[in-house]
C-alpha cells in the first residue's frame, strides 16, 4: 500500500463531491485525511491523503476524468 496526497479544485456543482469520493472508493483508496475549503460561489479545493494499493498515476486519471475537476495536482 502507498501513501500519497492529491490536491484538487473542482466545481461546486450538486454531487461533485460525492462524485470524486466514489472515484476514490471504486479505485481502492483509502481516505486518511480529507480537507475541503470554498474558494469561490462556483469552485472549492480538496486536499487528500490517501493510502492505496494501485498506482497513483491510476487515481489521478480516474479523478481527472470527472467533468467537476478543474485541476488536480499530487
Known amino acids: 500500500m502507498d501513501n ?3 490536491s484538487l479544485t473542482a466545481y461546486d456543482r450538486l ?3 460525492e462524485r470524486i469520493l466514489r472515484v476514490i472508493r471504486h479505485r481502492g483508496g483509502k481516505i ?3 480537507n475541503m475549503q470554498v474558494i469561490s ?3 472549492f479545493s ?8 494501485k498506482l497513483k498515476t491510476q487515481m489521478v486519471n480516474q479523478l481527472a476524468k470527472l467533468a467537476d475537476i478543474v485541476t ?3
Not at 480538496?46 to 494499493?53: D, M
Open 41 to 43: 460561489a462556483e469552485k
Open 4 to 6: 500519497y496526497q492529491l
Open 32 to 34: 486518511l485525511t480529507m
Open 72 to 74: 488536480i495536482s499530487d
Open 15 to 17: 454531487g461533485s463531491l
Open 46 to 53: 480538496l486536499t487528500f491523503s490517501l493510502t492505496n494499493s
